[in-house]
Structure formats: C-alpha cells, structure tokens
C-alpha cells in the first residue's frame, strides 16, 4: 500500500501536583483510573500514563485471515471497538512520550497531569504512521520544544527514502539533529538501554522498523508494543490475523505471536496504542490463543 494512502487512512482543568502525587493518589485494582482519558500504572520507580487520543471502531473488512466463523464469534456485527493512545512515562531522570498519536486531546491530558510540553525530554516513536507521530509538530514547528525525538533507523529510512511519506517527512523535519535513530534488538536477548530502563526491540511486520520499547524499573518490566495488534478481541485469541494496515501481513502475524508468548510466559505487562482502556494488562494463555487481563 502507498504511504499516501496509508497515511489518509490512519489520519480518518487543572493542574496537577508534581511528579509521584499525580491527581489520585488511591489505586483502583491494579493502577489509577484518573478520569476516562487517562490511566496511571506503576513500575517500581516510573510513573506510566494511558493517555487516550481518539476512540472509535474499527471494521472487520480490515482483517486478514479471519474466517466467516471466527468473525461471528468475535467481532459482532462486524466492528469492534479501537483506541489511538500514546504513553507518558515519568522516571526520577526524564519525562518521556511514547507516540503523540494525532496531537488531539494529547496537550490536553498532558496539562492535566501538570506536564509541559517543553518539558518533555525525549519522544520515542513505535513506527510512522500518521496516528503516532501527527502530534510532533505544526506548521512546521517542533510542538516539543526540547525533546530528542527516536526512531528506529530502518523505519526513518523507509518512510523518508525508500517508501517517502510527506507527513513523516515533515513530522521529523523541525527537530532536526534532535531526531535520534537507533537498531532495535531482538527480543528476549540482552541489551543496552536507549534511555535510562528504556529499551528498544525489533517487532518488525507492521512497518518495517516497527519497534516496541520495554520499561524496567525495580525489576519490573512494562512492554509498550505500538501496533502489535489492532482488533484485540479478535487477535487474542486467533493471533494469526492480522490488518490491512501491515506492510508485511505474516511477519507482523509471527511476531505478534512471538511477543504474546514471550509476555505470557515471563508475566511482563503489555501497554498498546490500539488496546481499549486502560489499555495496559497482563497476558493469559489458554487454548488456541491468549487473552487479556486488564490493569484497571
């Protein structure tokens, strides 16, 4: 698919107190719903943000290799509902945006958690796509005055060299020398940090410098897994579909199977972009596939 057409596709108060209060301080169950935008989750000493960008529902036309018998059972009448989210970490070092999704109700929620935007140190991207990185800049300003901004070097020299999004390509043109690439690793082996308990891993198959990035504080360890599904009602438990929307159908297909075992089997929690709120939980396997135990 051209990235043009990609890009069209994905493009369809009060201040809080400092780092560590957040606006309630009493979890619910296993993290803090502090209002119907915004979820925070604890890892040792990081503080991680759900931020909401849109909400909305996907259709089943998008889905590749899903039979008539497994949409009827998971995907009633047809849709099934999605979320564009991005993620706010906050360390005892930096504050850290995972995706800006489409710059819509982003500032918003960031204001609400007394957070600047110039105050964010570093954006990290999963991919370039237009719902992950549209909130870097307007009008050809940086909106994140100070911040590096991570791409995977693959991803960056697809979208702006091999397979030229304009929007991409002016996403990242006012940061300049601040636009920072790197080679994500493979995951399960050992690797050296991106950013203080930061670190970044291939999940090639959706794009092709897809990346997800894991967060380890105080041995706890958090996966933040960009698009590595977009219709979980239904990838859970038959993993082997996937969209549309990935540039290689069966690679994003293996991989997500890849990292659903590897979450399960070491209980590391999963946060995704396209996951429903909370949007951060633990993965369960059972028979034929796997499902989700929400944070909320």
């Known amino acids: 698919m051209k990235s043009s057409l990609l890009y ?121 796509h237009g719902d992950h990185f549209s909130g870097l800049q307007k009008d050809g300003t940086a909106l994140f005055s100070k911040a590096d901004v991570y791409v995977a070097e693959q991803e960056k020299e697809y979208w702006t060299k091999t397979n030229v999004s304009q929007g991409a390509v002016a996403a990242l043109a006012p940061y300049g020398t601040r636009v920072k690439t790197f080679l994500p690793g493979e995951l399960g082996s050992k690797l050296n940090d991106l950013l203080p308990g930061i670190t970044a891993i291939a999940a090639f198959g959706h794009t092709p410098g897809h990346t997800l990035f894991q967060l380890e504080s105080s041995g706890q360890k958090l996966l933040i897994w960009g698009d590595i599904m977009h219709a ?31 979450a399960a089997a070491n209980n590391i929690p999963i946060a995704g972009m396209h996951l429903t709120f909370p949007a951060i939980g633990n993965v369960v396997k059972e028979a034929g596939g796997y499902r989700l135990n929400d944070a909320k």
């Open 8 to 128: 069209g596709i994905l493009l369809g108060v009060m201040a809080a107190p400092a780092f560590g209060a957040g606006i309630a301080d009493e979890p619910i169950g296993k993290g803090s719903v502090l209002n119907e935008n915004i979820f925070k989750f604890q890892l040792g000493h990081f503080e991680v943000y759900t931020l909401i960008e849109n909400k909305g529902q996907g259709r089943a036309a998008i889905l590749i290799g899903a039979d008539e018998e497994a949409l009827g059972k998971y995907i009633a009448g047809g849709v099934y509902q999605s979320e564009t989210n991005t993620f706010l970490i906050r360390t005892p070092e930096q504050t850290i945006l995972v995706d800006t999704g489409f710059g819509t109700t982003l500032f918003e929620s960031l204001k609400t958690l007394g957070v600047s935007p110039d105050t964010i140190d570093a954006v990290l991207i999963t991919h370039l």
């Open 232 to 262: 979980q009602t239904i990838q859970f438990p038959l993993p082997d579909v996937s969209v549309t929307y990935d540039t290689d159908p069966a690679a994003a297909a293996a991989i997500r199977k890849q990292v659903l075992e590897y």
